[in-house]
Structure formats: C-alpha cells, structure tokens
C-alpha cells in the first residue's frame, strides 16, 4: 500500500470467512476507502491469472488481425464488436476537450433478453464473436464475464455492510442488470502515432455505474488516480498495482447512491510515454451497473451528504455514453 495515494489493499477473504469481526472490519476499510479516491485494490476474489492471461491472449490475436477484418465487427459505443481507435472521448463525460482516446476495444455485455423490445435492443443486445478469425476468444471471455459478475455482486454486499444497510440493499437492483466487458487495447507509437497535445490512451472521467472490476497491467504509460489535494493527495497520481489484485472503484450511480459519501473515482490511461515509446498494454474492464431503470435514490443524511434527485438508471448511463462518442 501507497499511503499518499490512499488506495489501499483489501483481501476479499476475510469478509467470507463468516468471522463477524473480519466482516465488520473488512467493511469499515472499505467505507474509509472509498470516501477518499474512490478506488481500491481487491485480493481474494477467485479469479486466477491463469484464466485473465486467457482473455488477453484471444484479444490479442484478434487485435492483430488486419484492419478490414476487424472492420467487418466494428460498432459504434454502447455496441457489441469492435470500437476502433477514434470513436471514444471519455474525457467529453466530465466536459474536458481531448483528442480522442488512443485505445481499440473489444466490447461485450449482458445478452440475456428481459422480454421488454425497448430495453433489449440497447441494454441486451447479443453479443458479437469473432469465431472464423478467433473461435478461442468467446469461451474465454464468457468464463471472465460468470466470474467478474459474482464478483461483482459479492462486492455490492460488502459495500452495503459498509454502509450499515442490509445485505441486498444493492443486489436487490441486480436481478437482471445490465453490464459491459471493455478488453482495452493501448498500442505503441508504431500503431497509434505520436499523441496530440492532451490526448490519452483513456480522457479524464469517472464511471458511469456502480462499481468496476478492472484487471490491468502496469506501465509508464498507465493508469492515474486523481486524490484531492484537500484529502492529503497530490492531484494526479499514479496507481498502485497487484498483480494478483483487481482494481475496484466505484462510478456516478453508486457516488449518487451514497450521497456522495463515496466518491466516483476519477481516473485516467496516460498515452505511451517517450521513455517506452513501444510499450503495449491491455486492461480488461467490467463495469456493473443495475437493473435497467432502476430509480437511483440517494441515501438519506448523516449517511448522504449530497440531497441528488432520483435518477433512472437507464437515462443516465445512455446520457454518459451518448457524451463520450466522437462524431
């Protein structure tokens, strides 16, 4: 642990073990956490390297493939396929002009219908595969997402002991939710080009939803982390890593959620850095959201701090991708 960045390490282990002490105390560290940066590094959770190196692999054979046969899976945000490089500006979320980002995404989703044709054909559109070029990929991708959304509902729990609320205060929302798989490919100089003035592998912004898994590499070219000053952080910093860890932080729903007692961590992908010019990495990244519509109310004072207004979960986050798309 990093004390100036405030991210700490949080091992998923003891909160199930059943130990009530080691609950409670997993909780509050996750309470005082996410009131600073809104990030944490999570051990413990189940999900082997073995199985992440997997996802990298097959993504990065497709990523690989020629640009006109990626061309035949592109998709435009909030799709299913291929984002090439250009169709994202995250930073436009938070309204800071960039360039756009330097990165090309593999995208999936939650696929499974709800029965309402207006909901389907945005938030559970079928996912798309490469199975001529690169049959491995799906199976692996599938096993990453069962395993990222248990995960991920296990987190809710624990966020809701943090807040003293019962144990479904969030997973009551997550019957049938919606969520996106990013593989997140940030190329080199050679691929990319030299950055524009401002340009990033991923603009400054915070997530839309309520809490993302993300498994990353690290480099010179990689993620930051920014802590206000008036918590003790200096600005932008950079992350912290394990290997063996995901990084966790929470988006605009959970903040609002909370009243902003928690913060949406905001955060950045610095673009590839004159000291490693070559360097090319990849991020694999969940983001876990909601049931489609759910009525997002904040928690009342003196858990809350921020009186938000209701909002519908679906509007908002069609708003936030509807803001990062170039063009």
């Known amino acids: 642990m990093q004390d100036r960045t405030r991210i700490p390490v949080i091992d998923l282990a003891p909160w199930l073990s059943g130990d009530a002490d080691a609950r409670a105390a997993t909780a509050a560290a996750v309470d005082t956490a996410l009131t600073r940066a809104g990030f944490l590094l999570l051990t413990g959770h189940g999900v082997s390297r073995e199985a992440r190196a997997a996802v990298r692999g097959a993504a990065r054979r497709f990523f690989a493939l020629p640009q006109e046969a990626k061309q035949r899976y592109a998709v435009s945000v909030g799709g299913r396929g291929w984002l090439g490089r250009g169709a994202e500006a995250n ?14 995404s593999w995208t999936v989703g939650a696929d499974r219908p709800s029965g309402d044709p207006a909901t389907d054909a945005f938030w559970f559109q079928p996912n798309v595969w490469p199975q001529r070029e690169v049959p491995e990929l799906r199976e692996a991708v599938e096993g990453h997402l069962a395993a990222m959304r248990a995960v991920a509902d296990e987190v809710l729990r624990l966020l809701a002991a943090a807040l003293g609320q019962p144990g479904d205060f969030f997973t009551r929302h997550t019957a049938h939710p919606t969520y996106t798989l990013n593989i997140n490919w940030y190329p080199g100089t050679a691929v990319v080009g030299e950055p524009q ?59 609002r959620w909370t009243g902003d007692r928690w913060r949406s961590g905001r955060h950045r992908v610095l673009p590839p850095s004159p000291e490693a010019p070559a360097e090319d990495l990849m991020s694999l990244v969940y983001f876990y959201e909601c049931d489609p519509h759910t009525t997002v109310t904040p928690l009342p004072a003196p858990l809350g701090r921020v009186p938000y207004e209701p909002v519908d979960s679906s509007v908002y986050l069609k708003e936030k991708l509807d803001a990062i798309t170039v063009g």
């Open 197 to 255: 003035p401002g340009q990033y592998r991923i603009g400054p912004h915070t997530d839309f939803g309520t809490v993302t898994l993300l498994d990353r590499q690290q480099g010179k070219g990689g993620l930051q982390v920014y802590v206000d000053p008036a918590d003790g952080g200096a600005g932008w910093e950079d992350a912290p890593y394990d290997a063996d860890a995901l990084t966790v932080n929470i988006g605009d729903l959970m903040a």
């Open 91 to 104: 930073g436009y979320s938070e309204g800071t002009a960039t360039p756009p980002d330097l990165k090309e």
